[in-house]
């Protein structure tokens, strides 16, 4: 009666390893403020620069409170889930947005008009890509720079 009782505690011990490693290699959903922004001092952040990838002299410095948190909360609430490829070629424009904190080192944000989001945390050296799940107005962001 002793081996029945083993198999069941190795089949247990097997599939709950199973369901952890599936659990930290399936890609994760979430608005990007779970996600990204998670570790970001955002209250911090005291400005954001906008500029399209290839036209570094159309750039944008928004140094406006509200307008800094309104970039901010756009962003947050932006449903995503990662993504563990590289981008797809298929976009025409890619944007650049740095978040400037007074104390955090600046964070890279990547955003490209066919769904993408790539962040850069600088300190960390580490990039994470995002596909976009909800529908995003990239027209904004084409406006802050204008």
Known sequence: MKK????????????????ILTYLIS?????????AFKNISKESINEVVI?????????TSIKDTEKINDIISRFSNLNVSE???AVPISYKNQYM???????NTPVLMFLYDNGY???R?????????????????IAYIESLIS
């Open 4 to 19: 029945p009782k083993k198999s069941f505690i190795i089949l247990g011990v097997v599939i709950s390893i199973v369901l």
């Open 27 to 35: 890609p994760k959903s979430g608005t990007l403020d779970d996600l």
């Open 51 to 59: 500029f399209k990838t290839g036209n570094m002299r159309n750039e």
């Open 83 to 85: 993504y563990r490829k």
């Open 97 to 103: 947005i740095v978040f400037d904190a007074k104390v």
């Open 117 to 119: 989001i790539e962040m």
């Open 121 to 137: 945390l600088s300190d960390q050296g580490k990039t994470r890509t995002y596909k976009i799940t909800d529908t995003f107005d």
